[in-house]
């Protein structure tokens, strides 16, 4: 994780913007980069140029009674 951090901010540095990607098929992705077995595929991203006008939709939050408890 701290690895993937530290590449996600080196391109940052270098003007590129990032966003990991969770929920991909590791069985395809080792197909496609001809991995052996011995391989894992923990990590993907999507790395390119931000738009700063990008489609984002309106945030939804829970209500925090819904998610904490005291004890």
Same mark, same amino acid.
């Given at each position: ?8 901010? #080196?391109?940052?540095? %270098? $003007? +590129? &913007? #990032?966003?990991?990607? %969770? $929920? +991909? &098929? ?14 894992h595929?923990?990590?993907i ?10 489609v ?16």
């Amino acid at each position: 994780a701290l690895a993937c951090q530290n590449f996600m901010m #080196s391109l940052v540095a %270098e $003007g +590129f &913007d #990032s966003c990991p990607m %969770e $929920g +991909f &098929d590791e069985k395809r992705i080792k197909k496609i980069l001809n991995l052996n077995w011995r391989c894992h595929v923990v990590m993907i991203f999507g790395i390119g140029k931000a738009d700063n006008k990008g489609v984002y939709g309106e945030r939804f939050r829970v209500s925090e009674d819904l998610v904490i408890k005291e004890v």
